[in-house]
């Protein structure tokens, strides 16, 4: 922490102070070594292919191994979304519940201090998180995790380092977007305040309290941008560095952008912020180096994982780990009597989407799904299918929605799908979907590209944007109200705006749509299409019939220069 009495000088990514008690004039080299958003990729290869990998905790533990072998006194932190990513953790997650956390393991292995709790670590729910804090041996923080209606910290705000008499202070904060991503059943004991608003807090507490030498941030929040209210800013970390004096550097992530730079703060003092990226692929240091003179310096830097080789004595350890997980994913959960191609999804009614949409029907009671394909180009195969096939086709792990929309936001959600998906044909030579400028690529992400079930409508490929969609009536027949409530099943991801269909084509704010929520599940989608074929024991796909693109005529020739287009012959 920078006060009157240092003198520090700045250069690119170094930082020198001079401590004014000189204290135990010797040499002293600590290092701060930290990941972010290492998403499950504790073991260097993959689950679901069998395929070596690149990253993972495997090759940090060679790095830290070597740098202690050095002499250097390492402190080892991580900066938050670890529980979610690969067939790892959701294993711990969701069914090796009795058992000590895969991730706690190996972060204890690494001899890990400290822990920010990312997004996606909430996601996992209360008791997922609760019991990975049990698990591990360092200290979880939290400055801004509140209980809820309360001013208590849920978490440690921070932890104290001590090395040769230097004093670190590591304070931990959240995006506080969290509210906005994820249903509070998963989070019900929280409550996520303004980053800025908290740092102050802490800040004049250990100012107070503790005189740290140095104060280190460790936020699992983006440099700027992303969701941004009255009340908080998703991405906040350039905002802390420059407003609330007192950093010397901040360990930040969630937006998975690798970067070193530095910034000034309101009162002229350079802050370095770190960002490691994803997967473990590089992790960020902080070297905290101090002559005999007293001088401490601070350098930066970000290195390269994949230069090293993963850790024998730590694959050893997760070995027992790693033979559960492969099991697992290659369980045997029924059969399918043809295979599913996820490309067919994007030209119209597709065996892949009605499976989706069956099984959100079947585990919400809805009247209405909306689903879109998750996976660009994956397949469901003929004959057994495994765990790991259904992870390929689910890719995230969101939550089921149910909420009531009128038919006329019903309506106004599916023209703005199929405005984003579609292109206005003048003529049957006209590509059916929207390119961009190129005219080899999709203009929007195909996972925007949601269809409906539970109605008959049709989406004439003719009509401008905004009066595409006929909805002809429910899917039994019965009549369709512009004017009706009906009770629909999306994931959590669309419900909170995901791809604007529920904000800029329904038209709710994200506090409207929480009034209108009726059920969330707690578990995930992919739990449950696990669950849905499991009970069947085998399943016969085939394209849905409730919609259709029109005029036909011209939408078949579309559908096999498009898909040429994209994939080739």
Known sequence: MKHNRLLYIVAIGMITLLFGSCRNPQQTHIQLVCTSD??????????????????????????????????????????GDMLQGTPAT???????????????EALNYLKCEAVVLGNNDIETGGATYQRYNG????????????YRESDMPFFA??????????????????????????????????????????????????????????????????????????????????????????FDA?????????????????????????????????????????????????????????????????MATMASHAEDITEYVERPIGTSTQAIHTRDALFGPSAYT???????????????????PLVYDGVLPMGDILVRDIYRLFPYENTLYMLWLTGDEIKRYLEYS????????????????????????????????????GIQYDVDVT????????????????????????????????????GGLITHGAGLTHEEMLERIEYTTSADLRFYMLNYIEMRKSITPKASDNWRFIPERWVQPAVKRDSTRLFGE
């Open 38 to 79: 290492v998403h499950g990729h504790i073991l260097p290869y993959n689950f679901l292919t069998g395929d070596p990998a690149e990253g993972s905790l495997a090759r940090v533990s060679s790095y830290l191994k070597e740098q202690r072998r050095k002499g250097v006194q390492v402190v080892y932190i991580d900066n």
């Open 90 to 104: 959701y294993y711990y997650n969701t069914h090796a519940i009795g058992a000590t956390h895969i991730a706690a």
């Open 135 to 146: 698990n591990l041996g360092g200290t979880v923080i939290g400055g801004n995790i509140l």
């Open 157 to 246: 705000p921070y932890t104290i380092i001590e090395r040769d008499s230097i004093t670190i202070a590591i304070l931990g904060l959240t995006t506080p977007a969290i509210p906005h991503w994820i249903p509070q059943c998963q989070w019900s004991e929280l409550e996520f305040i303004d980053m800025e608003r908290a740092a102050q807090r802490w800040m004049q507490y250990l100012r107070e309290n503790v005189d740290p030498d140095i104060v280190i941030g460790l936020f699992h929040s983006g440099y700027e941008g992303g969701i941004t209210t009255e009340h908080y800013a998703e991405n906040a970390t350039r905002a802390v560095a420059e407003n609330v004096p007192g």
């Open 250 to 314: 901040i360990f930040y992530g969630h937006d998975h952008r690798i970067r070193s730079t530095e910034v000034i703060n309101v009162e002229g003092d350079t802050v370095l912020l770190l960002n490691p990226g994803k997967d473990a692929n590089n992790v960020a240091t902080l070297d905290i180096v101090r002559d005999k003179e007293g001088r401490v310096s601070l350098h930066a830097a970000l290195v390269d994982m994949n230069t090293y080789e993963p850790d024998p004595a730590f």
């Open 354 to 372: 009605h499976l989706i949409h069956q099984m959100q029907l079947n585990a919400s009671g809805a009247k209405i799904s909306f689903a879109s």
């Open 418 to 453: 199929y405005a984003q998906w579609t292109a206005q044909m003048s003529s049957p030579n006209d590509p059916l979907l929207l390119f961009d400028s190129t005219g080899k690529n999709l203009s929007r992400p195909y996972y925007h590209f949601d269809s409906a079930a």
């Open 463 to 498: 009509k401008p944007r905004g009066h595409k969609v006929t909805i002809r009536s429910m899917a039994d027949g019965k009549p369709f109200h512009m004017n009706e409530r009906y009770l629909v099943a999306m994931n959590s991801y669309r419900a909170h705006g995901g």
